[in-house]
């Protein structure tokens, strides 16, 4: 008997644990992610994500990471100068909001890059031109 848990639905979608329907919520699979990424971040191991470790994802420089952090302490409860879990899977759901599932896989790849960290995108998020290259 064939493992349905990985077969698409009634509307040729994957399963709803490997991508999610609502660009408002985190599938299982891209909290895994996105969970997975913050602790490759996290270099201190210190539970929550300094400014020094956020820098090191915004390419290095002050003013980009400023600007990510802004954007994850806009989150409420963050008023404690560093990124804890909650906080930045309530930012990787904004993240989707804005670069969809398929963005959000390649925004986790590049992220990963920044530290160093080769993550490979699953087949399935792969863009068009990859997967069905010009002729």
Same mark, same amino acid.
């Given at each position: ?5 990985? &077969?698409?639905? !009634?509307?040729? =979608?994957?399963?709803?644990?490997? @991508?999610? @329907?609502?660009?408002? /919520?985190?599938?299982? *699979?891209? #909290? ?5 990424? *913050? ?11 300094? $400014? /020094? ?18 954007? &994850? /302490? !806009? ?11 909650? /906080?930045?899977? $309530?930012? @990787? $759901?904004?993240?989707? =909001? ?6 959000? &896989?390649?925004? *986790? =790849?590049?992220?990963?890059?920044? %530290?160093? %960290?080769? %993550?490979? @995108?699953?087949?399935? *998020? #792969? ?9």
């Amino acid at each position: 008997m064939a493992d349905d848990k990985f &077969m698409p639905d !009634d509307k040729n =979608r994957p399963a709803s644990h490997i @991508v999610s @329907v609502s660009d408002n /919520e985190l599938s299982a *699979f891209e #909290q895994l992610m996105a969970s997975k990424l *913050f602790s490759i971040i996290d270099a201190d191991g210190g539970k929550n994500l300094s $400014r /020094e470790e956020v820098i090191a994802i915004a390419g290095g420089t002050e003013g980009a990471a400023a600007e990510m952090m802004a954007a &994850m /302490e !806009d989150i409420p409860n963050s008023a404690n100068g560093y990124i804890e879990l909650h /906080e930045w899977l $309530r930012y @990787v $759901r904004k993240m989707k =909001r804005t670069l969809h599932a398929a963005g959000l &896989m390649e925004w *986790f =790849r590049t992220t990963a890059a920044a %530290v160093g %960290v080769d %993550v490979e @995108v699953p087949h399935c *998020f #792969q863009p068009w031109s990859v997967l069905y290259p010009p002729l």
